[in-house]
């Protein structure tokens, strides 16, 4: 489907004030899994099974909008390459590396994120391989471009590099949670989340795309009312836990 100019930036207009809905929404109501997992959500599935449906979807629909577009520039490929460099990771590295076996996801949850993985990739897919002029060869040298690569393959390690060490509490075979420490952890206490939210912001600057912006302000109002939540928790249940870590922006917040 693809929309006129205008109906397309109203529809990406529409999709950034639902996210900035979210945010306010999620102030106060956590998302019910891991952690702040809770009854009343309905029925649930295996954790990793549920991670695996809802963030494969961003794979093939982006995999197949390339497809059908209109653009075969290198740039444009590359920005193929990106974002389903992070997808595969999402969608079969972290369950498969995570220790979440016996862990379960309401399936309403599952459905939400596939919902928004689905509208937020055919947004940017829309834009990228069809309705955008302006990426061709010329493009690998604008300094959105170089400056937004550098901030999105920084944050895509921050996030990799911090979910290792997640994992790594659970090496001994516990279940339970830990106080993590290590790398940009010593700083905040998501930092898996920040890497996240690096990415998308150095994503929209490299696209320098209306789409880009979406997916960076969706990014930051998911993730930054969890990593709060987090925090919090962190709080409540280690006496012990560093008095001096932020939630999720070092030394600020």
């Known amino acids: 489907m693809i929309l006129t100019p205008a109906d397309y930036e109203f529809a990406t207009y529409c999709w950034i004030g639902l996210g900035i809905v979210a945010f306010i929404s999620l102030l106060f109501l956590r998302a019910p899994y891991g952690r702040h997992g809770r009854p009343g959500w309905g029925a649930k599935i295996s954790a990793r099974v549920g991670w695996i449906i809802m963030e494969s979807i961003p794979v093939i629909l982006f995999s197949v909008l390339l497809y059908f577009g209109s653009n075969r520039e290198p740039i444009v490929i590359l920005f193929w390459a990106m974002w389903t460099a992070h997808y595969i990771n999402r969608a079969w590295a972290w369950p498969t590396r995570a220790k979440i076996t016996g862990k379960t996801i309401p399936i309403s949850i599952v459905i939400i994120a596939s919902t928004f993985n689905s509208v937020n990739t055919w947004l940017n897919g829309n834009w990228i391989f069809e309705m955008s002029s302006q990426y061709d060869n010329s493009w690998f040298v604008e300094p959105q471009f170089i400056i937004g690569l550098i901030i999105f393959i920084s944050g895509m390690i921050l996030n990799i590099k911090s979910d290792d060490i997640l994992f790594s509490l659970r090496d001994d075979g516990t279940t339970g949670y830990k106080i993590p420490y290590g790398g940009a952890f010593e700083k905040v206490s ?29 990014t930051f109002c998911n993730l930054a009312p969890r990593a709060l939540s987090h925090h919090k928790w962190y709080k409540e249940n280690f006496n012990d836990y560093p008095s001096d870590r932020k939630a999720l922006i070092p030394w600020v917040w």
């Not at 890497?195 to 880009?212: C, N, V």
């Open 190 to 218: 998501c930092p898996n989340y920040l890497g996240e939210i690096l990415e998308w912001i150095g994503w929209a600057i490299a696209t320098w795309s209306l789409a880009g912006l979406a997916f960076a302000i969706w």
